[in-house]
């Protein structure tokens, strides 16, 4: 009994300490610290214009978390600290998770109250900061491996984009992934949907044109010929991710391709009883999982594994299905008519 309350003693003060973190990041603390040097908490009220008595809290506090080092009054963000907390550009940039575990907190009374009812939650009602805190998670994810390691595993799918394609990315939230692609392949033709009209916007002024976008659902677009239908992250909070599938075969030109990316979960729940199976059950928990009964649909959950996902493609009808990538975070799988 004493490990266990110590490990949960652990856990709150892990809790609390992230709490303060993200006020951090919303105030530009991290950026401050980066690249300062040691500071004392009236340098960096000076630097920052905010008030030297809570920054001296703050530090200490994070000092306390181990992400600050501390000598004779002065505090320290060492780089390889810096590249994960403070540069949003870094390939292990993840400050953007402090936001998401922000925005969870925000909804936790709405979340009580769909377990009482079974109602669902859209994702327009959850907490404001939840579709700018899930791009920031994904982007570091989407910059260091689209391109150089989930594209390359598809079949003919990079030649295809180079010689000129029709590129469709569903549920496009933000259009990290979208921009991604159409400034990688500017011979090809790349198209964001999203039913969440913020976000759209958002992917719209971020592409500055080299991509088009539009608000929808997942089966709002034309079945008109895509080479490449993309999912990224998104299947599963669709309220019915057979159907999604089936329209995007549908929607495939001949010899066409869907990619899916997906949290890179065992099929089992044992295989997934880890920090990071923890993050991913938390956010279908109060987000995914919400989403999709929100949409009157089947809640496939943001841990469906690969064999579930596998099934979901065969049933909407996929004849050509596998797994082209597994990693700790991410399942990439292709699908063929």
Request: hydrophobic share 45%.
């Amino acid at each position: 009994m004493l490990a266990f309350a110590e490990k949960v003693g652990t856990d709150q003060s892990v809790a609390l300490g992230a709490a303060l973190a993200y006020v951090g990041d919303r105030l530009g603390l991290w950026s401050a610290l980066a690249g300062s040097g040691p500071v004392t908490a009236a340098e960096l009220a000076a630097r920052t214009g905010l008030a030297e008595r809570y920054l001296r809290e703050w530090l200490s506090a994070q000092t306390a978390a181990g992400y600050l080092d501390h000598a004779a009054g002065r505090f320290t963000l060492p780089p390889e600290r810096a590249a994960v907390l403070a540069d949003e550009d870094s390939p292990a940039a993840m400050a953007g998770g402090f936001e998401f575990a922000a925005a969870l907190w925000a909804g936790t009374d709405r979340l009580a109250e769909a377990f009482r009812t079974g109602a669902g939650i859209a994702w327009g009602d959850q907490d404001e900061r939840l579709a700018g805190a899930v791009d920031r998670c994904f982007r570091a994810d989407y910059r260091g491996e689209l391109l150089t390691t989930w594209l390359p595993a598809l079949d003919g799918v990079v030649d295809r984009l180079r010689a000129g394609a029709r590129v469709l990315d569903v549920g496009c939230g933000f259009g990290s992934a979208t921009g991604l692609l159409a400034e990688a392949f500017p011979q090809s033709t790349v198209h964001g949907v999203d039913p969440h009209e913020p976000s759209v916007r958002a992917a719209e002024k971020a592409a500055s044109g080299r991509a088009s976008f539009a608000v929808g659902g997942a089966t709002d677009y034309p079945a008109d010929g895509w080479d490449l239908i993309c999912f990224f992250d998104a299947l599963h909070d669709m309220g019915d991710p057979v159907g999604a599938a089936r329209h995007a075969r549908e929607a495939l030109a001949p010899g066409g391709t869907v990619l899916l990316v997906e949290p890179g979960a065992g099929d089992a729940l044992d295989e997934n009883l880890n920090p990071i199976g923890l993050t991913y059950y938390a956010a279908s928990t109060a987000f995914c999982v919400p989403g999709a009964l929100s949409q009157a649909g089947t809640a496939l959950g943001a841990q469906a594994g690969g064999a579930g996902l596998t099934a979901v493609l065969e049933e909407a009808g996929f004849t050509q299905v596998r797994v082209a990538v597994r990693d700790p975070l991410h399942l990439v799988l292709e699908a063929r008519a």
